[in-house]
């Protein structure tokens, strides 16, 4: 029996990427890697620092990355350096883009991923501000579950 391929792969390469992948967004991907690695962390909130994300947008990237293991909803954020990208940083670069766009994105209180969706609404809010350029992808499963209307209060 032949295995079938994910439809959704766990990680590529950068290379794979080529163009599409924004060098704005491969700084902010470097700095959230960092800002998970103790010994990086100061890099990560310089890194932010110099994509323009203000000190009050930094200390929100600092307080997702805790949440990003959420088993309902996990992001799997590589090591620092790694020449791969995994679907779910993608999809949370998705994430922000898209809930950047929503006015006023609200979780439900009620819903389990509400301190998840809850920190990426300020992270997305931070992104925002920026001259950071995040380009719309695909979705994997997780990236949709993070996105779910049901859990979400939000107008355009």
């Given at each position: ?13 950068y290379r794979a990427f ?138 355009r």
């Open positions: 029996m032949a295995s079938r391929s994910p439809v959704f792969p766990t990680r590529v390469s080529g163009r599409q992948f924004s060098r704005g967004e491969q700084m902010l991907l470097a700095a959230l890697r960092q800002l998970r690695d103790p010994a990086l962390h100061d890099e990560g909130m310089a890194q932010l620092a110099a994509l323009g994300v203000d000190a009050e947008g930094r200390d929100a990237f600092g307080e997702l990355l805790p949440l990003l293991a959420a088993p309902q909803a996990p992001i799997d954020l590589l090591r620092p350096g790694s020449p791969f990208i995994s679907a779910s940083e993608l999809d949370l670069l998705v994430c922000l883009l898209r809930i950047a766009q929503w006015r006023h994105a609200r979780p439900r209180e009620d819903d389990e991923l509400a301190p998840l969706r809850r920190q990426l609404a300020h992270c997305a809010a931070a992104v925002h501000t920026t001259q950071l350029t995040l380009r719309q992808r695909s979705l994997s499963p997780v990236g949709l579950r993070l996105l779910d209307p049901a859990g979400w209060l939000r107008q």
